[in-house]
């Protein structure tokens, strides 16, 4: 799908860990399927990138240092972001899992899960999320009538 007007496919997919070696571990394994990643060690480095892509889906740690993975999803709810959100834990606890879920997320996986597994998930979320986006870029084009 083309993306932003650029002319070719590129699916931008933000990893926010505050490990640097999972953000480049996500980082090469989003590169070797097709993703361009972009990785914060940070939520709050990601909500001051005045310069980041519309990114088609979120990788999120829930445990970060600072604001959480699960705060930073509930922060760009609240500002109509609709980007999909992938939430990663090293630590899979009942509770947690449960206000990940209720958060609507599109997929919540341990970090020692199969790549393969979360780069599925991150697949389908993206796919959504750009086919929400081209729907909205159609409707745009509608008259008053509901006709183009």
Do not use: N, W
Not at 12 to 21: F, G, K, M
Not at 44 to 53: I, M
Not at 137 to 143: K, L, P
């Amino acid at each position: 799908m083309e993306h932003r007007g650029t002319g070719r496919d590129i699916t931008y997919v933000a990893v926010v860990d505050d490990d640097e070696s999972v953000c480049r571990s996500f980082g090469r394994l989003l590169r070797t399927a097709g993703f361009q990643p972009v990785t914060y060690t940070s939520a709050e480095a990601l909500l001051e990138d005045a310069k980041r892509p519309k990114f088609d889906c979120l990788v999120l740690d829930i445990q970060l240092e600072g604001m959480s993975g699960l705060e930073l999803s509930q922060r760009l709810s609240a500002v109509k972001d609709s980007t999909p959100v992938i939430f990663i834990t090293a630590h899979d606890e009942p509770e947690v899992r449960g206000q990940a879920l209720a958060c609507g997320c599109a997929g919540y996986f341990r970090k020692t899960d199969p790549g393969e597994q979360v780069l599925d998930a991150i697949r389908r979320a993206a796919s959504t999320a750009q086919g929400t986006a081209a729907h909205r870029a159609g409707r745009s084009g509608e008259t008053s009538t509901g006709k183009p």
